[in-house]
């Protein structure tokens, strides 16, 4: 029941319920559990955050700067739109609404500490040499490393190309992929990384556009908050003997002098073992044009809004959605046409962020499945004004380009292509399952 007021006389609102009215919300009992879940993978000694939230000393001088990022849903970093489109995730890192509740309230009753004896155990968590990965699926079968560059503590943005051979003499199959630069100071001027499959392969994966014009296929993208790609069961990527990885490392000054490498972790399937479907890295465009002919337009103090289509040759999976863009990207959406015209939303991310190339992984049971002859369209949108705080200078006219101050727009999926008889399976494999949970 709440106390409110009108013109001075004190009325009760039914069915309302004040902070006053709940218990006191404390860091032991309530926010410390919220903090393990959610924050510290990033937030403990000697990860990639600039503050650790482990124990309450060290978490209580944030607690107003904490409160301020979890409403305005800025941390954790994840941006995807709750409102439309998949809404099921492997890697879901969204507070509740309970939980954004909860910690506020704690701060607006002061941050108490409560009793020590409410704290959880702590979490224990891997050293920052060791892949994310390893802990579901060992250490990886093979690390492949980029030659490594020394940046210099001023200078403009560098593109770091090397190649890497592949140490393989058979064609073997991947179920899982993991990229990082070598180091925690190489995280500070890895901007980000692709690395590109160099093979021959007469295979592009169904698509015209799946392999630049330097005869690669995207195999893994790394930006800061990018974990690993684990395929799922039955699914793979393949690799061919005297393949290469061709690396493209953007990286930019700092104030200090760093050198660094960037190297990927690849988990094989075993010897012999052939998945039934076959997955590839796509980055669907946002803007026209292909491989480094690509047009943008983005006119001095504007929002400016651009749109790509690709159709899919053949039944596919989405199992991914990772936005990329600069300082000026806004927002960015992937629809799905079908052949017969029905729209689908497939995921609307309405608040980018520059700092946190987030990858939004469908749960098996929610990855969308498409017919052949569909259509995917990828809409950006550009906040080239004063009101966008990312800008550097908006009264610059802006245009495609690598450089954080130019702009780009993809939308990385990987997809994994299956037969009309698979796709027409599963299709009623899903409606079976969603009318007995009616």
């Not at 709940?22 to 926010?31: A, E, G, K, N, Y």
Request: proline residues 8%; charged residues 25%; contains cysteine.
């Amino acid at each position: 029941m709440r106390v409110a007021s009108f013109y001075g006389v004190a009325l009760l609102v039914p069915g309302v319920v004040l902070a006053a009215d709940l218990p006191q919300v404390t860091f032991s009992r309530d926010i410390a559990p919220i903090l393990q879940e959610k924050c510290q993978e990033c937030h403990h000694a000697g990860s990639m955050a600039p503050m650790s939230l482990v124990t309450y000393e060290e978490t209580r001088p944030w607690a107003k700067a904490i409160k301020a990022r979890v409403v305005a849903r800025q941390m954790p970093p994840w941006h995807i739109d709750p409102t439309v489109g998949v809404q099921k995730f492997k890697n879901d890192m969204s507070l509740s609404e309970d939980q954004i509740r909860r910690i506020a309230q704690w701060v607006d009753e002061g941050a108490p500490a409560g009793d020590p004896k409410d704290m959880p155990p702590p979490k224990q968590w891997p050293n920052a040499d060791e892949w994310k990965a390893a802990k579901e699926l060992g250490p990886p079968d093979l690390v492949i490393k980029s030659e490594p560059y020394t940046m210099p503590a001023h200078h403009q943005d560098v593109w770091w190309r090397p190649t890497s051979d592949i140490p393989l003499t058979e064609a073997r199959w991947v179920k899982a992929v993991e990229m990082r630069p070598g180091s925690l100071a190489g995280r500070r001027i890895t901007h980000h990384a692709v690395a590109y499959l160099a093979q021959d392969d007469p295979d592009n994966g169904g698509l015209d556009t799946q392999a630049d014009l330097r005869g690669r296929a995207p195999l893994m993208e790394w930006a800061i908050g990018k974990g690993y790609d684990l395929y799922r069961p039955n699914t793979g990527k393949l690799l061919l003997p005297g393949s290469k990885i061709s690396w493209d490392i953007h990286i930019h000054a700092v104030g200090d002098e760093i050198r660094d490498h960037v190297e990927l972790g690849i988990w094989l399937y075993p010897k012999g073992q052939e998945p039934k479907y076959r997955t590839y890295l796509t980055g669907f465009q946002a803007v026209q044009g292909r491989d480094r002919l690509r047009i943008l337009d983005i006119p001095p103090n504007t929002i400016t809004q651009t749109q790509n289509f690709t159709v899919l040759k053949h039944a596919a999976i989405l199992e991914n959605f990772q936005p990329h863009m600069h300082l000026r990207g806004k927002a960015m959406e992937v629809e799905a046409i079908l052949p017969d015209g029905t729209r689908r939303v497939i995921s609307y991310v309405g608040k980018f962020n520059f700092n946190w190339m987030t990858n939004y992984i469908y749960a098996d049971d929610a990855a969308p499945v498409l017919p052949a002859g569909t259509i995917i369209k990828v809409t950006a949108w550009y906040d080239n004004t004063r009101a966008n705080v990312n800008n550097p200078d908006p009264d610059q006219w802006v245009g495609y380009g690598d450089r954080t101050v130019d702009e780009m727009g993809h939308a990385w999926m990987n997809v994994t292509y299956i037969s009309d008889q698979d796709y027409a399976a599963l299709i009623k494999q899903r409606e079976t399952t969603l009318t007995a949970s009616r």
